[in-house]
Nanobody
Framework: QVQLVESGGGSVQSGGSLRLSCIAS?????MGWFRQAPGKEPEGVGI???????TSADSVKGRFTISRDNDKNTLYLQMNNLRPEDTAMYYC???????????????????????RGQGTQVTVAS
């Protein structure tokens, strides 16, 4: 059982920045950030594989940066130029990879991730 603990959420004004961290109890190949706003379905923010391949949602490209420190089993999400529509519960997820031909890949949907943290709230005021 992989334990995930997020930190770094809070309340900021529009245009502000926050940095989220997620510490995993053990190394996992696929780690990512997802978010869920009240009354909405969860959506992917971004994924980073152990090898460093990153994918991000179009809505956050150019504003959010995902990174990870494999030595520390930690995933980060640097969020800049925050907007009110970024307000949501952000949670970290970890899971197994799959093979697509010769490529080792990570899923993009929340249901593809076996482990999930309890989340950290991000609120952006206009």
């Amino acid at each position: 059982q992989v334990q995930l603990v997020e930190s770094g959420g809070g309340s900021v004004q529009s245009g502000g920045s926050l940095r989220l961290s997620c510490i995993a109890s053990e190394l996992v190949y696929c780690m990512g950030w997802f978010r869920q706003a009240p009354g909405k379905e969860p959506e992917g923010v971004g994924i980073q594989t152990y090898s460093g391949r990153t994918t991000s949602a179009d809505s956050v490209k150019g504003r959010f940066t995902i990174s990870r420190d494999n030595d520390k089993n930690t995933l980060y999400l640097q969020m800049n130029n925050l907007r009110p529509e970024d307000t949501a519960m952000y949670y970290c997820a970890a899971g197994d990879s799959y093979w697509s031909g010769p490529s080792r890949r990570c899923g993009a949907a929340p249901y593809e991730y076996k482990y999930r943290g309890q989340g950290t709230q991000v609120t952006v005021a206009s």
